[in-house]
């Protein structure tokens, strides 16, 4: 399939109108079989902006601006190690 060929998509749709979840990095849209169009915060990153069901056959075009996308969480600076000692056990005879 050649890159600039069209897509067939049922509907587009503006990001601010999907919903984020932040634990999956994924953006959902209701689809009309029941289930949502899919997208990954990822995919949109590279420019990607096709979302699919997949419970059928249906995509919709997101259109957004990769500048407003949610930024990278900052990476938590590592924790001081401490040394753990192992518990002890008390033994009853």
Known sequence: M?????????DEVEIEDMTF?????IY???????????????????KEDIAV???CSLMIRVIFDVND????PEPEPPAEQQEETPAQVAVVA
């Open 21 to 25: 979840d932040k634990d999956l990095q």
């Open 28 to 46: 959902h849209y209701p689809c009309p079989c029941g289930d949502k169009f899919e997208i990954s915060l990822a995919d949109l990153r590279e």
């Open 2 to 10: 050649a890159e600039e060929e069209e897509i067939a998509v049922y």
């Open 69 to 72: 996308l949610p930024k990278d």
């Open 53 to 55: 069901c997949p419970s």
